[in-house]
Structures are given as structure tokens and as C-alpha cells.
């Protein structure tokens, strides 16, 4: 009876702990779309999504004992880790005069003139950002197992609150509203927001985000998600929310969008490959160029590749390139370079070890199982994602974004869950 009564005991324990967890992925997955927002130190900025992961944290050192993590994915964590690491001390003194585009200072104004590679807090600050969301990752198996549908739940309606924003913004740049909490969402002042940029003139739409090309990819994803719902299920439901999200993304006139939009309704109709989706795809497409031509994008995009603000961007991803290349492959370490796009700031910043090792970490949480053998739901969540990753790899540089690993956690936990039932 004693017996018993413990293993109830050690039970329920248990059961509270996961609970409590699984509360932390909730704030971390709401908070992620609010990278802004923040408490700033001295000369240190902590966004709030990251305050809630040190948290979770030390919750977890304290239930360290109890919590199982993937072996393989949790191996090849901590061997980025420890590859950071070592490179973040050691790269500053092996790699002489390198020069690197300076996180602090934005890209427009390194044109041609870039800083010296130092060690800085902001080094360590992008290292432990980036140890803390290994550790989301890695911890997501356990704490959102049976969780999956409130996860995804907790993650779309962070998505309703980006668009809840937008057009809030939209309404209040064109006069209709005289009221947009500007002070409330934008206070980390160690970034560049995009609030008050214009185009064409017209003030441009970046909701909770950091700037339109980030809210543009976030928007994008999220009607992807909606798009491959409806593909697979055809409810009336899904095709409204992903003309919602395909619209609320063109509002932020961003390229980026649009890159987003064309990916996921084009790999969407390739991968079902049925008559009426070629037919709703082409819906889309006419729905796309109304907005298109009513926001005069064409022109807008036009006088941005011509600008010299996307000459500026193409010359950061070339040095970047080129660090590596001068580095014989090691990079310039965690947190030193920030060019435009994921792909050569993961290269730049990693290495090609690291990359592949971060690369390697995507593969074995999302690689498991044949696309076939997938629910619809694991699908859509999946196509969320690539689409993410894709607009992040040609136009958003930061590895470290919190969306960006609760995506990959969402996908995670649903691939996983599929696998316990088809096996």
C-alpha cells in the first residue's frame, strides 16, 4: 500500500512539473512575437521571450534529474555548444586583421567601412541566447508530450495577434485611429525597429516585429500553414484565415512576403497535385496582384533593389562570405558579424562545422518520419516552417530569433507524436 501510494505520489509530482513546464512554452511561444519588447540594462538588452527561457532555465536544472531528452539531438546540442564556445575565446586571437560588420552598428552605416573583430558582451550574450534555445528545443519532447494540439493552438493564436497589430498599425498610419502602442512594443533600443520606416512616402507595417521583412516572413508562414490546411482538409474556415494571412502579409509591402507566399502556394499545389487546388491557386495569385497593384509594390520593390539600401545588404552577405572564406572555414565566432540573411550569417558567424552541425539539429527534429506517413496537421506545420526558414535564409539574419525555435519545437513535438502512432 505504502508502495503505492508513493509511486501516485512520484506520479502526480510529475504530472504538476510537466504542467508547470508546458506553462513556460506557452509564454516563450506568445512572447516570441513581441522580439521588441524589452527590458534594457545598462548596455544590455533582455528581450522578454529570453527572460522567460532563463526561467525555464533554471526550472529545468531543478528537474534535471526526471526529464529525458532525444539522445541524438541532445549530443549533437552539445557539441555546438562546446564548438561555440571554444571558437567564441579562441577565433578573436587566431584570426588576425579581420574586419566584421558590427552587430551594434546596422548595415547601412558599414558600407565599405567595417569594425575589427572583438570580444564583447554581445558575444556572450548571442552564445547563451543561443545555448537557451538548444534547451527549449531539446526539452520540448518532454514537456508538450500529450500537449501537441494545445502547443499548436498556443502558436496560432500568436499568429491572430500579429495580424490583430497589423492592422491596428495600418489603421493608425493612415489616420483612422489616433492611438498605436508604439512605446509598449518597441523598447528594446539595441535594435533597429521598423516602425517608422516609409516607402513610396506611405509609412510601412511592421506589427510586433522588429521590422516589415520580419513580419512579412512571420505572416507568410502562418498562411502557409493555413493554405496547406485547407488543401488537405477544405474547410471554408482555412481559406479564410489564409486569405487573412496572405493579405496581412502583403500590407508590409516586403519582398519577403511575397517570397513567402509564392514558396509555400507553389510547393502546396506541387506536393497535392490535384486539378481544383491549380484552380485556388489561382485565386490566390489574382487576390495577390490586387493588393499588389492597390499598394503600388511593384514600384515600391523596384526603388528598393535600386536603393542603396539593398546594395548595402548584398555587400554584407559578400563579406560575410568572404570572413569565411578568410577564416579558412572556423568563421569569426558567435555573435561577431551580422550581414542580411541566415545563411551567410550562420556561415559567417558559425562557421561551416557549426552550420552544419546547426543544420544537422534541424535534420534530426524534423527528419524522422516520410512525409506521407505524416497527419495533415504535422504537414502544415512542417510547410510553416520551411517556408520560415527559407525567407529567413535570403533576407532575416537572426539565428537566435525565438519564433524561429518554436517553429522548429512545434514541428518537433507533432513529427514525433506521429511517429508513437504509426508505429
Same mark, same amino acid.
Given at each position: 500500500?505504502? #508502495?503505492?501510494?508513493?509511486?501516485?505520489?512520484?506520479?502526480?509530482?510529475?504530472?504538476?512539473?510537466?504542467?508547470?513546464?508546458?506553462?513556460?512554452?506557452?509564454?516563450?511561444?506568445?512572447?516570441?512575437?513581441?522580439?521588441?519588447?524589452?527590458?534594457?540594462?545598462?548596455?544590455?538588452?533582455?528581450?522578454?521571450?529570453?527572460?522567460? %527561457?532563463?526561467?525555464?532555465?533554471?526550472?529545468?536544472?531543478? @528537474?534535471?534529474?526526471?526529464?529525458?531528452?532525444?539522445?541524438?539531438?541532445?549530443?549533437?546540442? +552539445?557539441?555546438?555548444?562546446?564548438?561555440?564556445?571554444?571558437?567564441?575565446?579562441?577565433?578573436?586571437?587566431?584570426?588576425?586583421?579581420?574586419?566584421?560588420?558590427?552587430?551594434?552598428?546596422?548595415?547601412?552605416?558599414?558600407?565599405?567601412?567595417?569594425?575589427?573583430?572583438?570580444?564583447?558582451?554581445?558575444?556572450?550574450?548571442?552564445?547563451?541566447? #543561443?545555448?537557451?534555445?538548444?534547451?527549449?528545443?531539446?526539452?520540448?519532447?518532454?514537456?508538450?508530450?500529450?500537449?501537441?494540439?494545445?502547443?499548436?493552438?498556443?502558436?496560432?493564436?500568436?499568429?491572430?495577434?500579429?495580424? !490583430?497589430?497589423?492592422?491596428? %498599425?495600418?489603421?493608425?498610419?493612415?489616420?483612422?485611429?489616433?492611438?498605436?502602442?508604439?512605446?509598449?512594443?518597441?523598447?528594446?533600443?539595441?535594435?533597429?525597429?521598423?516602425?517608422?520606416?516609409?516607402?513610396?512616402?506611405?509609412?510601412?507595417?511592421?506589427?510586433?516585429?522588429?521590422?516589415?521583412?520580419? *513580419?512579412?516572413?512571420?505572416?507568410?508562414?502562418?498562411?502557409?500553414?493555413?493554405?496547406?490546411?485547407?488543401?488537405?482538409?477544405?474547410?471554408?474556415?482555412?481559406?479564410?484565415?489564409?486569405?487573412?494571412?496572405? @493579405?496581412?502579409?502583403?500590407?508590409?509591402?516586403?519582398?519577403?512576403?511575397?517570397?513567402?507566399? #509564392?514558396?509555400?502556394?507553389?510547393? /502546396?499545389?506541387?506536393?497535392?497535385?490535384?486539378?481544383? !487546388?491549380?484552380?485556388?491557386?489561382?485565386?490566390?495569385? +489574382?487576390?495577390?496582384?490586387?493588393?499588389?497593384? *492597390?499598394?503600388?509594390?511593384?514600384?515600391?520593390?523596384?526603388?528598393?533593389?535600386?536603393?542603396?539600401?539593398?546594395?548595402?545588404?548584398?555587400? @554584407?552577405?559578400? +563579406?560575410?562570405?568572404?570572413?569565411?572564406?578568410?577564416?579558412?572555414?572556423?568563421?569569426?565566432?558567435?555573435?561577431?558579424?551580422?550581414?542580411?540573411?541566415?545563411?551567410?550569417?550562420?556561415?559567417?558567424?558559425? /562557421?561551416?562545422?557549426?552550420?552544419?552541425?546547426?543544420?544537422?539539429?534541424?535534420?534530426? @527534429?524534423? /527528419?524522422?518520419?516520410?512525409?506521407?506517413?505524416?497527419?495533415?496537421?504535422? %504537414?502544415?506545420?512542417?510547410?510553416?516552417?520551411?517556408?520560415?526558414?527559407?525567407?529567413?535564409?535570403?533576407?532575416?539574419?537572426?539565428?537566435?530569433?525565438?519564433?524561429?525555435?518554436?517553429?522548429?519545437?512545434?514541428?518537433?513535438?507533432?513529427?514525433?507524436?506521429?511517429?508513437?502512432?504509426?508505429?
Amino acid at each position: 500500500m505504502k #508502495l503505492t501510494s508513493a509511486t501516485i505520489n512520484i506520479s502526480s509530482l510529475n504530472s504538476n512539473r510537466r504542467s508547470l513546464g508546458f506553462l513556460f512554452f506557452v509564454l516563450i511561444a506568445i512572447f516570441s512575437i513581441f522580439p521588441a519588447m524589452s527590458i534594457n540594462f545598462s548596455n544590455f538588452p533582455l528581450v522578454f521571450a529570453i527572460l522567460v %527561457q532563463l526561467l525555464f532555465s533554471i526550472f529545468i536544472a531543478s @528537474s534535471i534529474s526526471v526529464i529525458r531528452f532525444k539522445k541524438k539531438l541532445f549530443i549533437v546540442s +552539445v557539441l555546438l555548444v562546446v564548438y561555440l564556445l571554444v571558437g567564441l575565446f579562441i577565433i578573436p586571437f587566431l584570426s588576425g586583421e579581420i574586419s566584421v560588420l558590427n552587430p551594434r552598428l546596422g548595415i547601412d552605416k558599414q558600407y565599405l567601412t567595417l569594425s575589427p573583430l572583438n570580444l564583447s558582451i554581445s558575444n556572450v550574450g548571442q552564445f547563451l541566447y #543561443l545555448t537557451l534555445n538548444l534547451l527549449f528545443l531539446n526539452a520540448s519532447l518532454y514537456f508538450c508530450q500529450g500537449r501537441e494540439k494545445a502547443y499548436l493552438k498556443i502558436v496560432l493564436m500568436a499568429g491572430w495577434i500579429v495580424v !490583430f497589430f497589423l492592422w491596428w %498599425q495600418f489603421a493608425y498610419t493612415r489616420g483612422y485611429v489616433s492611438f498605436f502602442p508604439n512605446g509598449l512594443l518597441y523598447t528594446n533600443k539595441f535594435v533597429a525597429v521598423g516602425n517608422e520606416q516609409l516607402m513610396n512616402g506611405v509609412p510601412r507595417i511592421n506589427s510586433t516585429l522588429t521590422e516589415p521583412s520580419l *513580419a512579412g516572413a512571420v505572416l507568410s508562414s502562418f498562411y502557409v500553414y493555413y493554405f496547406f490546411s485547407f488543401l488537405k482538409r477544405k474547410t471554408i474556415g482555412s481559406f479564410l484565415s489564409s486569405l487573412i494571412f496572405m @493579405s496581412s502579409a502583403l500590407i508590409t509591402t516586403s519582398f519577403t512576403a511575397i517570397l513567402g507566399i #509564392l514558396i509555400g502556394s507553389m510547393l /502546396g499545389v506541387y506536393i497535392y497535385r490535384r486539378f481544383y !487546388f491549380y484552380v485556388l491557386l489561382a485565386v490566390l495569385v +489574382v487576390v495577390l496582384i490586387i493588393w499588389i497593384n *492597390a499598394f503600388e509594390v511593384p514600384v515600391q520593390l523596384m526603388e528598393k533593389l535600386l536603393s542603396a539600401s539593398y546594395l548595402h545588404r548584398a555587400y @554584407s552577405n559578400m +563579406v560575410s562570405f568572404q570572413m569565411v572564406l578568410d577564416t579558412y572555414g572556423f568563421g569569426v565566432g558567435i555573435g561577431s558579424n551580422r550581414p542580411s540573411s541566415l545563411l551567410a550569417s550562420v556561415l559567417s558567424n558559425f /562557421g561551416i562545422l557549426g552550420g552544419f552541425l546547426l543544420a544537422l539539429i534541424f535534420f534530426i @527534429s524534423i /527528419g524522422g518520419r516520410k512525409w506521407k506517413k505524416l497527419t495533415s496537421t504535422s %504537414q502544415a506545420i512542417l510547410a510553416m516552417l520551411a517556408t520560415f526558414v527559407l525567407t529567413m535564409l535570403i533576407s532575416i539574419p537572426d539565428y537566435n530569433l525565438t519564433l524561429l525555435w518554436v517553429f522548429l519545437s512545434l514541428s518537433y513535438v507533432h513529427i514525433v507524436r506521429d511517429g508513437v502512432l504509426n508505429d
